[in-house]
């Protein structure tokens, strides 16, 4: 089932190839990570077509969903697929690992452009407990034998994203980065293992949390613009964390022998919302800087040159955890509905304007849940409230967030307008023991968006007919024209 879903996602993303390619731009040095924890996803071809006219030419995914994946193929743009963290311990068996590459590797042929896959996603994070430390390097060793065995092997690497938690500083300067005394052993073999195999290390590496997780971090040091220097051995002086975090993993990958080990970053970026510092503002101010530097390929001061980055991330993803923070939800450089937040330059050359949309987005009906005043039990708002909240979306409700200024009957309103959103409009999901109602008033207030949710893309593919008869139709005249 999953290679015809391939086959027909593929072909269905043909149809739509020549126009995303002739709307395209320059192509840009830098990638961007598309999660898939979105309620309402947007339509693959549709973000394809996006990506193209941004010059976007690298692409990473967290997962090897024939869907999105279908609508890569044939569009030039190289691409890094991901294996979830739940599967490591299945790739564990070499014959597992080896049905994996056949189905998502070698069956695509040559029509994607296939540079790396990702074995898990920041397994060793602390917050892991050690869930994943025994199944990782296994299932990594597995899935580059598996590429080897199939002749891919030497245009596709096997990797794995580690979070920068994976090495320490005792005395908070890279020259002293190690890594972790708890899994210095593993990460050894692991990262002498990626050398020999000609892959490199990836590693993502937030400022943002830097400051989240801290009060006493100095607020400048997390931008690229801040006038901060703290100084190491032999001279070396930092100006922002960026680097400094970076040069911390180059000095731990120095003492595990493996010193020329190249690394890719990739994860880096800014929430807008969710948090006091997760605003529009810091986010294109942490941009603007990542990227002109990008673009002067200076490095690091152990690093010097050109530096591989994926910005994270393409999307706002209203079903990520929020277990680390509110902000989780809100890493897009693109709104929920593929709208571009704010003015940048991925080129990093300062000539900001807005991106270029996702194109053919389609909305229910403009309609929102909002609370009835008039309404005579109220004494059921809180547990409503907690349920609308719990189920839905409230992110944009805390301390220092957008929607902060709301009062107290906007709150109530914006927390079910989020959950009916996410139930698709169902009448049924703006009942709440007869405490609100429907209206077809904007109930945006404050400077607060009142969001109305997308089409899913999964029950379309393009505007008229759905994904799969315009698959259908794809396949045919891929088949028999």
Same mark, same amino acid.
Request: with cysteine; hydrophobic share 40%.
């Given at each position: 089932?999953?290679?015809? &879903?391939?086959?027909?996602?593929?072909?269905?993303?043909?149809?739509?190839?020549?126009?995303?390619?002739?709307?395209?731009?320059?192509?840009?040095?830098?990638?961007?990570?598309?999660?898939?924890?979105?309620?309402?996803?947007?339509?693959?071809?549709?973000?394809?077509?996006?990506?193209?006219?941004?010059?976007?030419?690298?692409?990473?995914?967290?997962?090897?969903?024939?869907?999105?994946?279908?609508?890569?193929?044939?569009?030039?743009?190289?691409?890094? &697929?991901?294996?979830?963290?739940?599967?490591?311990?299945?790739?564990?068996?070499?014959?597992?690992?080896?049905?994996?590459?056949?189905?998502?590797?070698?069956?695509?042929?040559?029509?994607?452009?296939?540079?790396?896959?990702?074995?898990?996603?920041?397994?060793? &994070?602390?917050?892991?407990?050690?869930?994943?430390?025994?199944?990782?390097?296994?299932?990594?060793?597995?899935?580059?034998?598996?590429?080897?065995?199939?002749?891919?092997?030497?245009?596709?690497?096997?990797?794995?994203?580690?979070?920068?938690?994976?090495?320490?500083?005792?005395?908070?300067?890279?020259?002293?980065?190690?890594?972790?005394?708890?899994?210095?052993?593993?990460?050894?073999?692991?990262?002498?293992?990626?050398?020999?195999? =000609?892959?490199?290390?990836?590693?993502?590496?937030?400022?943002?949390?830097?400051?989240?997780?801290?009060?006493?971090?100095?607020?400048?040091?997390?931008?690229?613009?801040?006038?901060?220097?703290?100084?190491?051995?032999?001279?070396?002086?930092?100006?922002?964390?960026?680097?400094?975090?970076?040069?911390?993993?180059?000095?731990?990958?120095?003492?595990?022998?493996?010193?020329?080990?190249?690394?890719?970053?990739?994860?880096?970026?800014?929430?807008?919302?969710?948090?006091?510092?997760?605003?529009?503002?810091?986010?294109?101010?942490?941009?603007? =800087?990542?990227?002109?530097?990008?673009?002067?390929?200076?490095?690091?001061?152990?690093?010097?040159?050109?530096?591989?980055?994926?910005?994270?991330?393409?999307?706002?993803?209203?079903?990520?955890?929020?277990?680390?923070?509110?902000?989780?939800?809100?890493?897009?450089?693109?709104?929920?509905?593929?709208?571009?937040?704010?003015?940048?330059?991925?080129?990093?050359?300062?000539?900001?304007?807005?991106?270029?949309?996702?194109?053919?987005?389609?909305?229910?009906?403009?309609?929102?849940?909002?609370?009835?005043?008039?309404?005579?039990?109220?004494?059921?708002?809180?547990?409503?409230?907690?349920?609308?909240?719990?189920?839905?979306?409230?992110?944009?409700?805390?301390?220092?967030?957008?929607?902060?200024?709301?009062?107290?009957?906007?709150?109530?309103?914006?927390?079910?307008?989020?959950?009916?959103?996410?139930?698709?409009?169902?009448?049924?999901?703006?009942?709440?023991?007869?405490?609100?109602?429907?209206?077809?008033?904007?109930?945006?207030?404050?400077?607060?968006?009142?969001?109305?949710?997308?089409?899913?893309?999964?029950?379309?593919?393009?505007?008229?007919?759905?994904?799969?008869?315009?698959?259908?139709?794809?396949?045919?005249?891929?088949?028999?024209?």
């Amino acid at each position: 089932m999953a290679r015809l &879903l391939r086959l027909l996602a593929g072909a269905a993303a043909l149809l739509l190839a020549a126009s995303a390619v002739a709307a395209g731009g320059d192509t840009v040095e830098v990638g961007v990570n598309w999660g898939s924890q979105l309620s309402h996803p947007l339509l693959p071809e549709s973000v394809m077509k996006m990506l193209k006219a941004n010059g976007i030419a690298r692409v990473k995914m967290f997962d090897a969903d024939p869907w999105p994946v279908g609508a890569l193929v044939d569009s030039g743009i190289e691409v890094m &697929l991901g294996i979830p963290n739940d599967m490591l311990e299945t790739m564990n068996s070499y014959g597992n690992a080896e049905d994996w590459v056949k189905e998502n590797v070698t069956a695509y042929g040559d029509k994607l452009k296939l540079k790396y896959v990702a074995v898990g996603n920041e397994p060793f &994070l602390k917050a892991y407990n050690g869930s994943f430390m025994k199944t990782t390097f296994p299932a990594l060793k597995n899935v580059q034998k598996a590429l080897d065995e199939a002749g891919v092997g030497n245009k596709v690497k096997a990797v794995v994203p580690l979070n920068a938690d994976v090495y320490v500083s005792p005395d908070d300067k890279p020259s002293s980065g190690a890594f972790r005394p708890d899994i210095n052993d593993l990460m050894t073999d692991m990262v002498k293992f990626l050398h020999d195999h =000609g892959a490199p290390f990836v590693v993502n590496i937030y400022p943002f949390l830097s400051l989240y997780q801290s009060d006493d971090f100095p607020f400048e040091f997390a931008f690229f613009d801040g006038g901060r220097n703290i100084q190491d051995k032999g001279g070396v002086s930092y100006s922002n964390v960026f680097d400094a975090n970076y040069d911390t993993l180059v000095n731990a990958l120095k003492k595990a022998g493996v010193p020329n080990l190249k690394v890719i970053v990739g994860e880096a970026g800014w929430p807008t919302d969710g948090n006091k510092n997760a605003n529009l503002k810091l986010a294109r101010r942490f941009y603007d =800087g990542l990227l002109k530097k990008l673009s002067k390929n200076d490095g690091t001061p152990m690093r010097p040159g050109k530096m591989e980055v994926y910005l994270f991330g393409l999307f706002d993803e209203d079903m990520k955890s929020i277990a680390p923070g509110n902000f989780e939800r809100h890493w897009g450089i693109f709104t929920y509905d593929g709208k571009p937040k704010f003015p940048m330059d991925l080129t990093g050359q300062g000539h900001d304007k807005l991106l270029s949309p996702v194109p053919d987005v389609q909305y229910l009906p403009h309609q929102w849940c909002v609370f009835d005043d008039g309404a005579k039990d109220k004494a059921k708002l809180p547990g409503n409230i907690q349920y609308a909240c719990a189920s839905g979306d409230c992110t944009a409700l805390g301390y220092g967030c957008s929607c902060n200024g709301l009062d107290e009957k906007s709150n109530i309103s914006y927390a079910f307008n989020m959950y009916f959103q996410m139930q698709d409009q169902d009448v049924r999901a703006c009942d709440f023991d007869g405490l609100a109602k429907i209206t077809d008033k904007n109930a945006s207030a404050r400077g607060c968006l009142f969001p109305i949710q997308v089409l899913s893309a999964g029950s379309r593919a393009a505007p008229g007919i759905g994904w799969v008869a315009a698959a259908i139709m794809a396949l045919a005249v891929m088949l028999f024209v």
